[in-house]
T-cell receptor
Framework: NAGVTQTPKFQVLKTGQSMTLQCAQD?????MSWYRQDPGMGLRLIHYSVGAGITDQGEVPNGYNVSRSTTEDFPLRLLSAAPSQTSVYFC????????????FGDGTRLSIL | QQQVKQSPQSLIVQKGGISIINCAYE??????FPWYQQFPGKGPALLIA?????SEKKEGRFTISFNKSAKQFSLHIMDSQPGDSATYFC????????????FGAGTQVVVTP
């Protein structure tokens, strides 16, 4: 099992550019989520999905878009990148039933110039 | 405003010593308190977790102490080893929130040989 796979690992963008961060999991997890990690702020939830076709906003959703067309994939789109979106992005997944641990990918380090 | 406050920001401990990380929360609705361990370049991984109906949980050298009345919980790493050098995050989860994690800011622990 590969677990949660995130691509790319690193990316540099210019302000105003758009891009998609990819996340795939092979554990048949219903629940998937995106977090951003910033120094001194821990990880903050951007968007999450409880199953294919169902998404909802987290704590810091502005400037990001998601969709969930399959159980395996949960891409995160930056519509018009801003320097404030410079961060490390983590995707996580778990089984939907309560008490299950979240499995995190190894992150995408994104810099917006 | 961070719902889970974590301290200290960083910690240096000698091999064999005890590392102690503290977290405090305000929302009494939280009912699940996990700790995550993160190594450089990797995603967080669940280390140990506790529910508020117990005051202490131990797994190997890692112990969570929970004080429900004070709304505080802490992680103790006994006999700290250089391999324990990592960033540790406490988190809290509300029931009915699809397991959404509210993270503390993180503590960087360095264990010196």
């Amino acid at each position: 099992n590969a677990g949660v796979t995130q691509t790319p690992k690193f990316q540099v963008l210019k302000t105003g550019q758009s891009m998609t961060l990819q996340c795939a999991q092979d554990m048949n997890h219903e629940y998937m989520s995106w977090y951003r990690q910033d120094p001194g702020m821990g990880l903050r939830l951007i968007h999450y999905s409880v199953g294919a076709g169902i998404t909802d906003q987290g704590e810091v959703p502005n400037g990001y878009n998601v969709s969930r067309s399959t159980t395996e994939d949960f891409p995160l789109r930056l519509l018009s990148a801003a320097p404030s979106q410079t961060s490390v992005y983590f995707c996580a997944s778990r089984f939907r039933q309560g008490g299950q641990p979240q499995h995190f990918g190894d992150g995408t380090r994104l810099s917006i110039l | 405003q961070q719902q889970v406050k974590q301290s200290p920001q960083s910690l240096i401990v000698q091999k064999g010593g005890i590392s102690i990380i503290n977290c405090a929360y305000e929302n009494t609705a939280f009912d699940y308190f996990p700790w995550y361990q993160q190594f450089p370049g990797k995603g967080p991984a669940l280390l140990i977790a506790i529910r508020p109906d117990v005051s202490e949980k131990k797994e190997g050298r890692f112990t969570i102490s929970f004080n429900k009345s004070a709304k505080q919980f802490s992680l103790h790493i006994m006999d700290s080893q250089p391999g324990d050098s990592a960033t540790y995050f406490c988190a809290a989860v509300r029931p009915g929130s699809w397991g959404k994690l509210q993270f503390g800011a993180g503590t960087q622990v360095v264990v010196t040989p």
